[in-house]
Every structure is written in C-alpha cells, then in structure tokens.
C-alpha cells in the first residue's frame, strides 16, 4: 500500500517486500559503519548462556546482543524455584566475562520498574535514564555498567551442587528462556499486553526509479511506539523524507493508543533531526569507544 504524496514527492509504503526492508536496512547499516570505521556491530558472535539444573533441564538463561563494542542484556531468566539463590548473578558476571573477553567495555541493560531494577545495582549497574511514556504509569530504567576494569575470572564454582552455566545459541534454548521470562509477568501486565501489544511496523520510501531512499522501522508496545531506525538516503536528505516517514509512524502509533515515542541516537548519528521533530533528551550513556555517546529520547504523543 502507498500513502498519497504530491506531485514532487516520493510516497511512503506502508507494506514493502523482505527486499525492499533489506535495502533499508543495508543503507542504514553501510551509514552506522560509515561513521564507526566499520565497528558498529563488534563484536560478534552475541553470547547466550543457559543454566541447566542436574538432569540437564533449562531452567534459567541470559540472551545477549552486541553494539559499538557494549554488551546489551536483553533476557535473564530463572526458574522461580532457583530464585534467590545466586544464579542470576552468575548468568550476568558469566556473560560479562565473555564480553570482556572479546573486547567489550561496558555493559547495558534496560529493565522495567516491575522486573529487577535492584538486581541489576546490586551487581554494579547505574541507573542513566528513566522513561515513562507507558500507559499506567509503568516506567523503564536503563542501567549500564563498565566492564572492562573487572578481574578475568570465571564466575563457574566448583561446588558440585550448582547447576551449571554454559554457552548454548541454539533456537530451541532461546525460545525456552524467552518463554520462561514472559510466564513470569504478572498477570496485570499479561492483560496491558494484550490491550496494547508489540506490533512491528516499516515504512519506506523509493524513487522514480524505483530505488529505496529512506524508511523507517520499529514498534508499539504498552502504550509507546520505539523507533529503532531511522535513514534516508544522502541524495534526499534534507528534503523532508525523514519528517514525513516519522510524521505516518506517528500517526500509526496514535491509531494503536500510544501516548508517547522513544529512540535512542548516537551523537554520530541523526541527534539534531530528531530534536527539531519534538524528541527530547531524558539520559545520555558514555559507554562507548572514540568519545561516542548514546542519547535516550522522547517524545510525547
């Protein structure tokens, strides 16, 4: 589907093809390594680590991705009946560790105000930002911590009684850690959820000749809609492609009942853009190489 545009300009899809998304994507990669001498992405590969109690079942996990050499914690999970005895500070000092090890210096996490905010302090993170554009006052807190300064050591004891912690990035384990962490929400957050879900959404737009020159793509989820990128070709810029693709998001998400919008922008990245389109500034991590900063912004809607 195409939305109406004027005459001299370029409209946006509402609906393109995996191929198109993937021309998108790749022009909005080559600009991030662009401006980080190619080490947006380091490191790789991301590390996942399970727990498995004696009999070898998966009862807890951590799921890790990387960003501009920053370890990002994005699923920890324990069983309830292994709570409190350690094992979620293993899952995270273990993952630190391997990040360390191949090259990490920080490490980043966001957690809702219901999940482990003061988990995540006990073991060294800093709370950097706070956001509160969900419905019903539900506010998340981003954490970061450095890690390049702790001692190279395996968290692994040799307590035989512990269950044990290893790499494992198979999908069917990422797919039991993820599930173990959704059946943990509490059921007045099961029932936001489903009022107001994660839907993903792409928007782009082409030229006359038929070439991807901008889009946009995110989601919606309880109430905000999250902006995880964000491009327009360098030949358009300036031209208020950028404006009109964030303008239709937007609008979608205010369809969805969404009351506010959140992104997160690199200083090298599109800061100034994004601050005269009504994004303001509520945190800001130092957790990355070369004096790069990371902006958290918001807007309401």
Not at 21 to 45: D, H
Not at 58 to 83: A, C, M, N, P
Not at 247 to 261: N, V, W, Y
Request: proline content about 2%; aromatic content about 12%; some cysteine.
């Amino acid at each position: 589907m195409k939305t109406h545009a004027g005459p001299n300009r370029f409209q946006i899809i509402t609906n393109p093809t995996d191929d198109e998304v993937k021309e998108f994507q790749k022009g909005l990669g080559v600009y991030n390594l662009e401006q980080t001498n190619g080490e947006f992405n380091s490191p790789q590969p991301w590390i996942n680590l399970v727990l498995r109690d004696h009999e070898g079942t998966i009862v807890g996990g951590i799921l890790t991705s990387t960003l501009y050499w920053s370890q990002y914690l994005e699923v920890l999970w324990v069983d309830d009946k292994y709570r409190g005895l350690g094992y979620g500070r293993d899952l995270v000092l273990e993952a630190h560790r391997l990040a360390k090890k191949n090259g990490c210096i920080t490490s980043h996490t966001y957690t809702f105000s219901w999940q482990a905010p003061d988990f995540y302090q006990a073991i060294g993170f800093k709370l950097i930002a706070t956001y509160d554009g969900y419905h019903e006052g539900i506010t998340e807190l981003i954490l970061m911590k450095r890690i390049d300064t702790i001692d190279d050591v395996s968290t692994q004891k040799v307590d035989s009684t512990r269950f044990t912690i290893s790499e494992d990035s198979t999908e069917e384990s990422q797919k039991i850690v993820s599930k173990g962490l959704r059946a943990s929400h509490g059921e007045h957050i099961l029932s936001l959820m489903k009022e107001y879900p994660h839907v993903g959404f792409k928007l782009l737009t082409k030229n006359d000749e038929g070439q991807v020159c901008g889009g946009v793509k995110g989601y919606t989820t309880l109430g905000t809609m999250f902006v995880e990128g964000l491009w327009v070709d360098k030949r358009y810029r300036g031209q208020g492609y950028g404006k009109d693709l964030l303008m239709h998001a937007e609008k979608l998400a205010k369809e969805k009942g969404c009351i506010a919008a959140q992104t997160a922008c690199f200083s090298f990245q599109n800061l100034g853009f994004m601050r005269k389109q009504g994004f303001n500034t509520y945190g800001i991590s130092d957790g990355y190489p070369n004096e790069a900063k990371e902006y958290y912004l918001i807007k309401k809607l």
